[in-house]
């Protein structure tokens, strides 16, 4: 089993759509997660943490399931703008290990 | 605020050349600093990562070294590249233990030929 996994996709959706990507984890012990957010031939960019109690950014939505080992990321109301690949991320006991996920295209056409 | 700052942005090199790769961190003291590889398609892979001046640790074995001669500076060297060295090479920073997350600079794409 990878330790980080997810959908690699395409997601192709129309603008407006809502998409919600997951991502299943390995070890029990993971402490902190994220996604990142990277453009075709750019580097990464944190896009928002991910806490227990869940949190929001705008049209973004964060969740953690410990007990199920998965965060989800859910986008609404989806602009052309938010064509990108999605990256879990997940940082491991001491922070040194941090996982990435290979990432979840999204394609949002007008 | 912080910056990172990753040199050259596109390199192309012949098999057994050397490789000497830059990144310097601005606006922040002692950072944890990190080299990722990425293959096309592919997920991030941690090559190296240093909490330290003189401090490196290595993810995966392979003809790869990394130094770090000054707070805010990360170089990864290869004496003789190979093919497989090709790639998307990432320098990040982050905090104490990267609870803030990363923050990465712009990238070097190298291509072995």
């Known amino acids: 089993r990878k330790e980080v996994e997810q959908d690699p996709g395409p997601f192709n959706v129309p603008e407006g759509a809502t998409v919600a990507f997951n991502c299943t984890y390995s070890n029990s012990a993971s402490q902190s997660f994220f996604w990142y957010r990277q453009d075709c031939r750019k580097e990464p960019k944190l896009l928002m943490s991910?806490?227990?109690s869940g949190n929001e950014d705008g049209r973004f939505t964060a969740q953690l399931n410990r007990a199920s080992q998965y965060i989800s990321l859910l986008i609404r109301d989806s602009k052309l703008s938010d064509s990108a690949t999605y990256l879990c991320?997940?940082?491991?006991?001491?922070?040194?290990?941090?996982?990435f996920g290979a990432g979840t295209r999204l394609f949002v056409k007008a | 605020s912080q910056t990172i700052h990753q040199w050259p942005a596109t390199l192309v090199q012949p098999v057994g050349s050397p490789l000497s790769l830059e990144c310097t961190v601005e606006g922040t003291s002692n950072p944890n600093l990190y080299w990722y590889r990425q293959a096309a398609g592919r997920g991030l892979q941690l090559l190296f990562y240093?909490?330290?001046?003189?401090?490196i640790s290595s993810e995966v074995p392979q003809n790869l070294s990394a130094s770090r001669p000054q707070d805010r500076q990360f170089i990864l060297s290869s004496k003789k590249l190979l093919l497989s060295d090709s790639g998307f090479y990432l320098c990040?920073?982050?905090?104490?233990?990267?609870?803030?997350?990363?923050?990465f600079g712009s990238g070097t794409r190298l291509t072995v030929v």
């Open positions: 240093s909490v330290g001046i003189g401090q």
């Open positions: 991910v806490y227990s």
């Open positions: 991320v997940v940082n491991e006991p001491g922070g040194f290990k941090t996982i």
């Open positions: 990040a920073w982050s905090g104490n233990v990267g609870e803030f997350g990363y923050t």
